[in-house]
């Protein structure tokens, strides 16, 4: 109980690369949260010459490193989708101050989408909410609280008493404080959903993803990526994977 945290978060301070590197225009933002904390962040704007991208996606990451291990897919993103892409690291990550712990997480994230909403000015309906492993657990906490298009989760877990089980049997689940209880949460979603989830992902049982899936309400689309990884989707089936966003991209009204 004593070390739970540094069994959940690998945080990084040190960044991998950085947008300047690799020719991204950004804007680079300190939130401050309701709590105190300051909260890196970068805003990424899509190179677009049209009337402006339809989709602005709010990434939440994972448990390991930061949000500079995730500009290669927010490259992508953009290019693929024409979407902007808002990253922020959760406290202790990164420029983040502060440590990680499960509210702490939903704090940030409320925080980040108030930058998108209130600061930026821009339309709740056109975010779509992003959650990558343990980051789909913050996403899905914050689709429960705010208005947004859509929620798309990669390599979901049940909760954290089901991936105490997998990856640390020898700890008594009883003993375990940090819920982040996707099962008991997702049956009132109210936004689409997108569910993508690799079948060689040695992290998150593919049958935990199966079980969040099957217990969401309508409208939701699984795809269950063949040799996929945990969270590598992209890499292993990358034409699959950029026409799935984008269908369920223009199947949002």
């Not at 069994?7 to 933002?29: C, N, Q, V």
């Not at 010459?49 to 989709?55: A, K, N």
């Amino acid at each position: 109980m004593l070390f739970e945290e540094k069994l959940i978060y690998f945080p990084s301070r040190g960044f991998s690369t950085t947008p300047e590197a690799l020719g991204l225009r950004h804007d680079e933002l300190t939130l401050v949260t309701q709590d105190g904390e300051r909260i890196h962040a970068w805003f990424l704007p899509a190179n677009t010459t049209g009337p402006g991208p339809r989709f602005t996606v709010l990434m939440c990451h994972g448990n390991g490193g930061n949000i500079s291990d995730r500009l290669d897919r927010t490259l992508l993103m953009q290019v693929k989708l024409g979407t902007d892409v808002l990253l922020f690291d959760y406290r202790g990550f990164g420029k983040s101050s502060g440590s990680p712990t499960e509210q702490g997480t939903y704090e940030d994230a409320r925080r980040a989408h108030r930058y998108l909403v209130r600061e930026r000015g821009l339309d709740a309906r056109k975010i779509v909410l992003l959650g990558e492993s343990l980051g789909a657990a913050v996403a899905l906490d914050l689709a429960l609280e705010v208005e947004a298009a859509a929620l798309v989760l990669e390599a979901p877990f049940t909760s954290i008493r089901d991936m105490a089980k997998e990856v640390y049997p020898f700890v008594p689940t009883t003993w375990v404080r940090t819920h982040y209880d996707n099962l008991g949460k997702i049956p009132r979603l109210g936004i689409p959903l997108l569910v993508v989830h690799g079948t060689a992902d040695l992290t998150v049982p593919l049958e935990q993803g199966s079980r969040l899936f099957d217990a969401a309400p309508e409208p939701k689309v699984f795809f269950e990526v063949e040799g996929a990884g945990h969270t590598d989707a992209y890499v292993v089936a990358p034409d699959r994977y950029w026409s799935t966003w984008r269908d369920f991209l223009s199947s949002l009204s």
